[in-house]
């Protein structure tokens, strides 16, 4: 992973070129594209390979997060299966999740606890899942909706259309009632 003075540094310089452009007397106003235009070839190759070399990292980091959000998932369903919230003295998963700062709230670790289950009827969106190869907001959306006919086409359209365009609710998703996820 690239340290933050090299993450920094290309964008740096085309803010400097942008203002100078910008105080020419020809040119009253510069976008980063114009600025990253106007270098020498040589320049604008160096930083598209540094450009290229930072999204790689942008692109592991991504799946290293959905792979973490996977295993949290999986891990918070096997403490509720074996009620192992109890021995360390959380009333419920959920609360567990909270207090221990695994999630942000008591719904987000329900809406995981629900992803779970439902991916149980879904073999192929569970193996997508499971791979980091759909962003965890898109397999909820998908999950909520798919059925074992239809799956392999939600599968696919999840690939390309956005949680919104695959059905997602406006006012956030359903939280399953709390006994059903304890």
Do not use: N, Q
């Amino acid at each position: 992973v690239p340290d933050c003075a090299s993450c920094r540094r290309p964008a740096a310089r085309l803010r400097v070129l942008a203002l100078v452009m910008s105080t020419s007397t020809r040119v009253s106003m510069v976008t980063p594209h114009e600025a990253y235009l106007a270098f020498p070839e040589p320049a604008r190759l160096a930083l598209l390979a540094e450009a290229r070399r930072v999204d790689a990292c942008v692109r592991d980091a991504v799946r290293r997060g959905r792979r973490a959000t996977r295993d949290l998932a999986y891990l918070l369903a096997h403490v509720a299966e074996h009620g192992l919230h109890l021995p360390l003295g959380h009333p419920s998963v959920a609360a567990y999740a909270v207090r221990e700062r695994y999630t942000s709230s008591e719904g987000a670790a329900y809406d995981l606890l629900a992803l779970v289950r439902r991916l149980a009827d879904l073999p192929l969106l569970r193996a997508a899942f499971d791979a980091g190869e759909l962003c965890p907001s898109r397999i909820a959306v998908v999950s909520s909706v798919a059925t074992p006919r239809d799956e392999a086409r939600w599968v696919a359209a999840a690939d390309r259309l956005s949680c919104e365009k695959l059905g997602a609710p406006r006012a956030g998703p359903a939280r399953p009632r709390r006994e059903a996820a304890r």
